[in-house]
């Protein structure tokens, strides 16, 4: 049997207010271990999709579904930052999730 996905995309869509079209019909899927690049320009919806892939944005149109075992780790592009801590004590916080994986 073949490797089987761990995280499909089927006909996603987001808006943003007003009505601001950012995502349009996104069908996707990886196979456990992928590595994927997003690029695009300025206000694209690069950032949208990250979030509904990480699980933290479930205002959108069509499936996202990560497959049971398996968990997406997501660091910001603009993170919330202690300022009591060092660069990588802040960046610890944002990869603590995944860190032990």
Not at 17 to 33: C, M, N
Not at 37 to 66: C, F, P, Q, W, Y
Request: a negative charge; hydrophobic letters at 40%.
């Amino acid at each position: 049997m073949g490797a089987q996905f761990i995280f499909t995309m089927h006909r996603v869509g987001k808006f943003v207010p007003p009505d601001r079209e950012v995502l349009k019909d996104i069908s996707l899927s990886f196979y456990p271990g992928a590595k994927i690049g997003v690029i695009g320009a300025n206000g694209s919806g690069k950032s949208s999709l990250l979030r509904i892939m990480a699980g933290i944005d479930e205002d959108h149109t069509g499936e996202a579904r990560l497959t049971p075992g398996f968990t997406v780790g997501l660091l910001e592009q603009e993170p919330r930052l202690d300022e009591s801590k060092d660069v990588v004590g802040n960046v610890m916080d944002g990869v603590a999730e995944v860190a032990g994986l």
